[in-house]
């Protein structure tokens, strides 16, 4: 049974969408173009849809489908009853809707996205002893990093007040931005953070041992991070990724914006998903030319001690990719 979260989900993922209330009613629309409206009591919903084919549609589902009423059926509009609606149809009848009244070059580039580039193949312990090599040479590299550690006891608790303001003032070290609340604000970023936390299990296997649920839950647990608000903007998704590190540094490879567009073309859910099996195939095809070093001493042959094999990884991405780009 479809839901009124099912619709906002569904629309608010494609492109241009607007979410408005007009007149105690919830509609989306693409500019001045509605293309989805609940009704008041939010059990109806109503789409574009071709008027031409739309007596069709209720003929054959009656229980589902009706016409709007009178004024309306000049439009190509039809509407239904949304508890009747599986999530399936839900998903079929929301896109479809949305194709009607967006550009058709940006539903082109939505449903038919051109082919993700190959991925690189594993690089080779030499080159991951290079890149450590060149990220060894930045000022205070590991600094913050050893300070959170040192201020959490090494496991970040996000129950914890103190835990979440720790976690906050890594990320600004990192670049990104994000607000402190003023004296008598109430923490947005921090309550939601840890409501976040409530909902969310992480993984704690190393990189290269997350099994397929693992990758899931933590793709999960990313979508719904860079999307948590934090005033009038959401975290986004490097540090929703660096958070993930921060919480999970054996589990997670982060990633920045420069790694996510040249590897995925995305920083969607998928993407984060298809970067965290990169990391696993990497992290065991290093474990494979270490000849069975344990993930810690492989580190430190390769010139990072300090940092798990998927930091060393991520370190190799920004190195080759990010860094003087």
């Avoid at 205070?140 to 003032?169: C, I, K, N, P, Q």
Wanted: with cysteine; charged share 25%.
């Amino acid at each position: 049974m479809a839901t009124v979260e099912d619709v906002r989900r569904l629309a608010l993922s494609l492109p241009r969408t607007q979410e408005h209330l007009i007149r105690d009613r919830v509609k989306f629309r693409i500019g001045g173009i509605v293309y989805l409206a609940l009704s008041r009591d939010e059990s109806e919903l109503g789409f574009a849809f071709p008027k031409e084919e739309r007596a069709a549609l209720v003929a054959a589902e009656p229980a589902k489908f009706f016409l709007p009423r009178a004024s309306d059926l000049r439009f190509n509009w039809v509407e239904s009853h949304l508890g009747a609606l599986g999530q399936d149809e839900l998903t079929e009848l929301v896109t479809e809707a949305w194709r009607m009244v967006v550009p058709a070059k940006v539903a082109r580039a939505h449903l038919d996205p051109p082919a993700a580039p190959p991925l690189p193949p594993p690089p080779s312990l030499a080159e991951l002893r290079s890149s450590a090599e060149v990220f060894n040479g930045f000022a205070g590299v590991d600094r913050s990093w050893l300070a959170l550690r040192t201020e959490t006891g090494s496991a970040l608790d996000l129950s914890l007040a103190a835990h979440r303001t720790a976690l906050h003032r890594w990320l600004n070290s990192w670049g990104c931005r994000i607000r402190y609340p003023r004296e008598g604000e109430p923490d947005t970023f921090g309550e939601g953070l840890g409501a976040w936390w409530e909902r969310h299990t992480l993984p704690d296997a190393p990189l290269a041992r997350l099994t397929a649920r693992d990758l899931s839950r933590l793709a999960a647990a990313y979508e719904e991070l860079a999307a948590l608000a934090i005033g009038r903007r959401s975290l986004g998704p490097t540090a929703a990724s660096k958070a993930l590190y921060a919480l999970r540094p054996d589990s997670v490879m982060p990633w920045d914006a420069a790694i996510a567009q040249r590897l995925y073309g995305a920083r969607d859910r998928a993407a984060f998903a298809r970067h965290l099996e990169l990391g696993r195939t990497w992290a065991r095809a290093a474990l494979d030319e270490g000849g069975g070093l344990p993930e810690a001493d492989l580190c430190a042959e390769l010139g990072r001690p300090r940092v798990s094999l998927a930091k060393v990884l991520d370190e190799h991405l920004y190195v080759t990719i990010t860094y003087g780009a």
